[in-house]
C-alpha cells in the first residue's frame, strides 16, 4: 500500500476521531491511533485505562493486537494523536517492531493534521526484533 499524502492525512483524521473513544478517566489524557497494513487495511485503536492502572493498554497495541486478530500482521504506517503531539511509549515501539520494523510512524494533532513524520527505526533503533533473534 502507497503511502502517499493522501494516505497521510487519512490515518492522522482517523487517528484523530477515534480519539473519542479513548478510555483515559484517570489520566485524562486520550489517545487516538491508526495503523495501516500492508494489504491496505487501517485498524484503529484507543487508550483504555483500568481502576487497577498498570492493566491499561495503549491506543497502539490495541490497534496492533485489533490487526493481528484479524490476521494482518505486515504495517505500513501509524499515526497516532494524543493531547500534545506525544509520540509512541517505549512499550509500543518494541511491540511494532515485532511486526515491522521499517514503518512511518505519523504524529497527528487532534484536529487531524500532520503534524511530525518519523520512522519506527528513528524512535527504537537497534530494535531487538525476530530478526535479531536465533533459537538454539
Ligand atoms: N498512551 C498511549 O495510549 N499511547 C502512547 O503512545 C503514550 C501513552 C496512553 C497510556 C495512558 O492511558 C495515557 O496515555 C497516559 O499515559
Do not use: H, W
Not at 500500500?1 to 486520550?30: E, G, H, I, N, W
Not at 496492533?64 to 493531547?83: D, N, R
Not at 506525544?86 to 504524529?107: H, K, N, Y
Amino acid at each position: 500500500m502507497a503511502l502517499d499524502q493522501a494516505t497521510k492525512l487519512s490515518l492522522c483524521r482517523q487517528a484523530a476521531d477515534v480519539r473519542k473513544f479513548a478510555y483515559a478517566p484517570y489520566s485524562k489524557y486520550p489517545v487516538g491511533a491508526a495503523l495501516l497494513t500492508s494489504t491496505g487495511k487501517i485498524f484503529t485503536g484507543v487508550n483504555v485505562e483500568n481502576i487497577s492502572y498498570p492493566n491499561g493498554v495503549c491506543a497502539e497495541r490495541t490497534a496492533v493486537f485489533k490487526a493481528v486478530s484479524e490476521g494482518e500482521k505486515v504495517f505500513t504506517a501509524v499515526a497516532v494523536v494524543t493531547p500534545n503531539g506525544g509520540t509512541p511509549c517505549g512499550a509500543c515501539r518494541q511491540v511494532l517492531a515485532e511486526f515491522s520494523q521499517d514503518m512511518v510512524v505519523l504524529i497527528g494533532s487532534p484536529k487531524g493534521e500532520l503534524i511530525r513524520e518519523t520512522t519506527l527505526e528513528a524512535l527504537l533503533p537497534e530494535s531487538f526484533d525476530p530478526g535479531k533473534f536465533q533459537l538454539e
